[in-house]
């Protein structure tokens, strides 16, 4: 098992960016690949990137490739989304979410570790 925690989000005005982090305390971290993952009012959850355990592979769905960049510190425990020239649409609840193989598929779900979120509001 692995136990997830978001921190970072905020309230900030569009154009600006803003960084993720996705901890954990548990060693068992480092073996699991990492995926971001947000939820706006009344829509489905949507998946915007994934890392691999080592941080050496990493994958975006098409339409998430340009402003989200996702990186891992290994020796922090911790995985990170950068967001660019936010906009009032990405305003949303932000997860992370564990999974032991890297997804590589615009549709992927997610694995069975999830976060409790973190909410991102971009006033316009």
């Known amino acids: ?34 995926s971001w993952f947000r939820q706006a009012p009344g829509k489905e ?11 050496e592979s990493t994958y975006y769905p098409d339409s998430m490739k340009g402003r989200f960049t996702i990186s891992r510190d290994s020796a922090k425990n ?13 305003t949303a609840v932000y997860y992370c979410n564990a999974d032991p193989q890297l997804p590589k598929a615009s549709d992927y779900l997610g694995g069975n570790y999830w976060g409790q979120g973190t909410q991102v509001t971009v006033s316009s």
Request: aromatic share 6%; net charge positive; proline share 2%.
């Open 78 to 90: 911790t995985v990170f989304l950068q967001i660019a020239n936010l906009s009032p649409e990405d």
């Open 1 to 34: 098992q692995v136990q997830l925690v978001e921190s970072g989000g905020r309230l900030v005005q569009a154009g600006g960016s803003l960084r993720l982090s996705c901890s954990s305390s548990g060693r068992s971290f480092i073996r699991y690949a990492i």
């Open 45 to 55: 959850r949507t998946f915007i990137a994934a890392i691999d355990a080592s941080g």
